[in-house]
C-alpha cells in the first residue's frame, strides 16, 4: 500500500529530472519548474477564455490545473524523452509507448490514488486538453525566452519554429483565438529580444513599479 507520503516522496524526483537534456542551455529547468509553469499558464488562459466570453462548456478549472500538474510526473521514472525522439517513437509504435508510459504512472500511484492516474491519462484529451496543450507551448516560450535573453542562442532557432506549430496545433479548436494572441504576443517578444532596454525590464522589474522621475533642469 502507497501511502501519501511514500507518492510524494517519490513524485519530488521530478525537480532533479531535467528537460532539454540533448541542447545546450545556460540555465537548466526541471520538470517540477516546467508543470508549475504549465499549470500557472492554465490558470492564466482560462481568465482570458472568461475575458474573450469564449464557451467554457466542458472546461471544470480545478481539473484542468490537476491535469498540467500532473501530465509529465511519468518522468520522474522515464526522464524528459526527447521532443524529435518522442515523435520518432510514436511513429514506431505509439501505443506501445502510451502502454509504457501508463503502466509507470498507475505503478507510481498505485490503486490508493487511482484516481489521479485516471486524470493523467485523459490530460491532453477533449476540450480541456486542448487547454492544456497550449499552456505548455506557453510555459515553452517563457523557458526559450529567458534562455535568449541570458544568450542562448540556440534558443532563438526554437523560438522561431513555434508559432507555426502553436498555429498548427490549434486551429479549429476550442483555443484557437488564444493561440493567434500567444502568438502575437511572440511575435512582439521576439522583435524586442536585441533591445537594451527589453533586457533591463526583464531583469530589473521595478522599473515598471517605480520608473525614475525625469529630472529637472536647473537654471544657471
Given at each position: ?61 480545478n ?49 490508493e ?18 487547454v ?44 484557437e ?26 531583469f ?15 537654471g544657471?
Amino acid at each position: 500500500m502507497k501511502t501519501m507520503l511514500d507518492v510524494l516522496e517519490r513524485l519530488s524526483r521530478l525537480s532533479d529530472t531535467y528537460q532539454f537534456a540533448t541542447y545546450p542551455v545556460i540555465k537548466p529547468i526541471n520538470v517540477a519548474e516546467h508543470s508549475y509553469y504549465v499549470a500557472l499558464s492554465t490558470m492564466f488562459l482560462i481568465d482570458l477564455m472568461k475575458r474573450k466570453s469564449i464557451e467554457l462548456k466542458g472546461i471544470d478549472a480545478n481539473e484542468l490545473l490537476q491535469r498540467a500538474l500532473l501530465h509529465d510526473v511519468e518522468e520522474c521514472v522515464t526522464s524528459d524523452i526527447p521532443y524529435d525522439a518522442k515523435l520518432e517513437l510514436k511513429k514506431i509504435d505509439a501505443e506501445g509507448l502510451r502502454n509504457f508510459q501508463t503502466d509507470i504512472v498507475k505503478n507510481l500511484l498505485g490503486k490508493e490514488y487511482e484516481h489521479f492516474s485516471i486524470i493523467w491519462g485523459v490530460a491532453k484529451v477533449g476540450r480541456m486538453g486542448q487547454v492544456l496543450t497550449l499552456a505548455d507551448r506557453l510555459a515553452l516560450v517563457l523557458y526559450l525566452l529567458r534562455e535568449y535573453n541570458l544568450g542562448n542562442k540556440y534558443a532563438e532557432c526554437l523560438l522561431e519554429k513555434l508559432p507555426r506549430i502553436i498555429e498548427q496545433e490549434n486551429k479549429g479548436k476550442i483555443t484557437e483565438q488564444l493561440a493567434v494572441e500567444v502568438n502575437d504576443w511572440i511575435s512582439v517578444k521576439t522583435s524586442m529580444l536585441n533591445s537594451s532596454r527589453y533586457i533591463e525590464q526583464i531583469f530589473n522589474p521595478m522599473m515598471h513599479i517605480n520608473p525614475e522621475p525625469e529630472m529637472k533642469k536647473e537654471g544657471l
